[in-house]
């Protein structure tokens, strides 16, 4: 089984995947982060390491991506970004309203 790493790139609200050469796109409001990885990635056993760069954010979108992201590693056995688990920087407060 070939081994592949998984780059994500979060910018607002969409994230960008990719695997290798495929690439898939997905807006964090409209559906889940692992829906794009199901998308292009081989199998999930072949993902060897998975690299986040999240910029700016929706404080949501950070959560589903540090959500995703630290379950997959731990699943797998894998690190991100180097480490065992993911830490999340907000760029803000949430807005909640009630």
């Known amino acids: 089984m070939k081994k592949a790493k998984l780059y994500i790139n979060v910018d607002v609200q969409e994230a960008v995947v990719q695997c ?3 690439q898939a796109a997905v807006r964090l409001d409209k559906k889940p982060l692992l829906w794009a990885i199901s998308k292009i990635a081989p199998k999930p056993r072949a993902i ?3 690299s986040v760069n999240v910029r700016e954010a ?3 979108g950070t959560r589903q991506v540090i959500a995703t992201v630290n379950a997959l590693a731990w699943g797998l056995g894998i690190k991100t970004n180097g480490k065992r688990q993911m830490s999340a920087k907000y ?3 949430p807005h909640i309203n009630l």
Do not use: N
């Open 20 to 22: 290798g050469r495929k």
């Open 48 to 50: 060897q390491s998975i």
């Open 58 to 60: 929706t404080f949501s």
């Open 91 to 93: 760029s803000g407060e």
